[in-house]
């Protein structure tokens, strides 16, 4: 054990990690700023450079990158009521209303300080769930990762912001796509319409990149320009976070814990926390009035939530390759390419690798502190820079990107091909976040489902005999189940249902 | 880009019954009941029960609190020209990347790459004082990071970057 953690320090402490963390850390924050660039997009594009760096460095940048990102998605939320990242837009009305109270310190602090502690407890979740989870999953055959990855499907269309049913077809467009290829139990070229380029299937980061970067430039040719920010002083930043601190522990606590929740869960990640902490923060608060007005009570929890769901959304992707959220689909290609395949044997093989990044996460989160205090003073001028000068170069990096990830020219027309999905699936209400799951455990899914049918022989039966399987098997059939529930019930109730959603 | 759900729902059932008819003819492995056809049919025959149940506007009444981040209420919005060809506007960025496809081994990264940033930052709205310098700069600035630290093979083409 602590042979590993000092086996770890080596690791973290060269200079390439160091520096491809400084550098990502800022790169983050600038991304996470500006109105309409996302942390998913500021980690997809990453993924790029990280193809020349080492496992530890690659990891590091997008561990740096998405935990500051995700901070400063708040800043342009309280300053201009425009969230920098969709984790930031529940509570960036809130945020915007203390600072027209002249609170704007105190909302951003809070946006510091409990990005940083829901960080912190975020990794304390990973270093204490995985370890136990892994001892458990040694165990599991196809059968078990097959309800598994069923599970992590569902959950993804359960808590999707739409209409469920779209959502699940969302997922199945996702499958569809992994099945191009000759990668398949066959071993023929399946859906390849005898292209050559397709015979290699569609890599999971070109169209990561279509649809969260060029879908969002194509948004953005349709809508107005964000105003530009006005420039303030500002006071001491910090002042006062300790007092909140003591004040609503309970609430942070309870941010923690429902960001932690819902990062493991595949498919939910910050801006689902988001919207759940600052909900429940209403809803249990002892001076619910208060909210909306400029209160700091829903912000210290929905700011603790999302960011803990960042480091919890690695859980499931480091033992079973199941994507806790959009980001960790990215960390898990990267993975991949990395070497470091994600499994239960990652955590006995590979043991100061994963002590590595818990150390990262750590160090990432105290790094945002000081660096996002300074980011807050700097943000005036960042926020300056049109969008006009920022989404070319976005384009460039993507066309340059996916160049880069295969050296060939059909990376930039996958970029540019889920550009178009994304954005068409976007505007008619299907969630782009359970195509992308789809993509990413299709290959998964079908060897464990075609694996465990030739070992059943062709019959059902075995598929519940194992006692973790059926139990997995029944949390599976049940979440299939659950908005075909609430449909027939809200049909059989007419006058409540209209009074629920009109609330 | 907002079509009816009874569109996309029914392209959803086309695509489906495509998927499950192309599974279906693929050659099976011999000797084993399952093969590389049993996964696109269940996925096909999924899509295509969600396309019907679409067009049929089942779990509709889910989508009620989809709601964006509502805009500055007190500056009044201009409102965006809304013309018919208007929507079309969001073509540009792919549009633009096949355009550095089918170019940029021809001109070169830098030539290609410039034209796109021009066309990309004059579309959103760019005088030619900003997004002429930008076209002339950003390129180089990238060929840096990708072609010369990454060592990424960009295309060199009509123009050759000086290093």
Not at chain 1, 11 to 31: K, N
Not at chain 1, 228 to 255: C, D, E, N, V
Not at chain 2, 70 to 87: H, R, T, V
């Amino acid at each position: 054990m602590l042979k590993t953690l000092i086996d770890a320090f080596a690791l973290i402490s060269t200079w390439e990690v160091i520096i491809a963390m400084f550098a990502a850390s800022v790169y983050g924050l600038v991304i996470g700023s500006l109105p309409g660039l996302s942390a998913t997009m500021a980690t997809a594009l990453l993924v790029p450079v990280t193809f020349y760096l080492s496992p530890i460095a690659a990891i590091a940048t997008i561990v740096a990158a998405s935990s500051m990102a995700i901070f400063s998605g708040d800043i342009p939320g309280a300053l201009l009521r425009i969230p920098g990242t969709p984790a930031s837009a529940a509570y960036a009305d809130e945020a915007y209303a203390m600072t027209r109270k002249g609170q704007a310190e105190l909302a951003l602090g809070a946006g510091v300080w409990f990005s940083a502690v829901g960080g912190i407890a975020g990794v304390l979740s990973l270093m204490i769930l995985a370890p136990p989870l892994a001892e458990i999953a040694l165990s599991f055959s196809t059968f078990e990762y097959f309800w598994l990855a069923l599970l992590g499907l569902m959950c993804a269309t359960l808590v999707a912001r739409s209409s469920p049913v779209k959502a699940i077809a969302g997922m199945f467009i996702g499958l569809l796509v992994s099945c191009i290829g000759i990668e398949n139990p066959g071993g023929v070229p399946r859906f390849t319409f005898g292209l050559t380029d397709l015979f290699g299937g569609i890599e999971p980061i070109p169209a990561l990149v279509g649809v969260f970067a060029v879908a969002q430039v194509m948004r953005a040719m349709l809508t107005p320009e964000p105003p530009p920010l006005p420039r303030r002083k500002f006071g001491s930043i910090m002042a006062g976070q300790w007092k909140l601190t003591k004040k609503y522990h309970w609430q942070m606590t309870r941010g923690n814990i429902v960001g932690i929740i819902i990062g493991v869960l595949p498919g939910a990640g910050a801006d689902m926390a988001a919207w759940v902490s600052y909900a429940m923060s209403k809803r249990f608060s002892k001076e619910p009035e208060k909210f909306g007005t400029g209160h700091v009570e829903g912000l210290v929890e929905a700011g603790a939530s999302n960011n803990a769901s960042i480091a919890s959304g690695w859980v499931p992707s480091l033992l079973f390759g199941i994507p806790g959220d959009t980001i960790a689909a990215i960390a898990i290609g990267v993975l991949y390419m990395k070497g470091l395949n994600p499994g239960p044997t990652l955590f006995t093989e590979k043991a100061s690798s994963m002590y590595a990044i818990y150390l990262m996460f750590i160090i990432a989160n105290i790094m945002m502190i000081p660096l996002g205090i300074a980011m807050i003073r700097v943000a005036a001028y960042i926020l300056l820079a049109p969008r006009s000068t920022v989404m070319p170069i976005i384009m460039l990096c993507c066309a340059v990107g996916s160049f880069a990830i295969g050296n060939n020219m059909f990376g930039v027309v996958t970029v540019a091909a889920f550009g178009v999905i994304g954005y068409i699936m976007e505007a008619n209400g299907y969630p782009v976040a359970a195509m992308v799951l789809g993509i990413v455990m299709g290959t998964m899914v079908e060897q464990a489902f075609v694996t465990s049918l030739i070992k059943s022989d062709g019959s059902i039966l075995p598929f519940f005999e194992r006692p973790v399987a059926a139990i997995l098997a029944a949390m599976a059939i049940g979440a299939l189940l659950w908005p075909v529930m609430v449909w027939v019930w809200r049909k059989m109730k007419p006058p409540q249902a209209a009074a629920a959603t009109s609330r | 880009m907002r079509l009816p759900d009874s569109v996309t729902g029914s392209f959803l059932v086309a695509l489906g019954a495509a998927a499950a008819y192309g599974g279906w003819i693929l050659p099976p492995v011999p000797g084993q009941p399952v093969g590389p056809n049993v996964f696109p049919l269940v996925i096909g025959t999924g899509l295509a029960l969600c396309g019907l149940a679409i067009v049929f506007g089942i779990g509709h009444s889910f989508e009620e609190e989809e709601e964006l981040v509502p805009l500055e209420n007190g500056q009044a919005a201009s409102p965006p020209p809304q013309g018919k060809l208007y929507g079309l506007r969001a073509l540009l960025p792919p549009a633009l990347l096949l355009f550095y496809v089918f170019a940029a081994d021809r001109l070169g990264f830098i030539l290609a790459a410039a034209i796109m940033v021009y066309v990309t930052s004059t579309a959103l709205g760019a005088k030619w004082k900003l997004a002429l310098p930008l076209a002339a700069l950003s390129p180089f600035a990238i060929h840096l990071i990708f072609g010369k630290l990454l060592r990424v093979p960009l295309p060199a083409g009509l123009l050759p970057t000086p290093w």
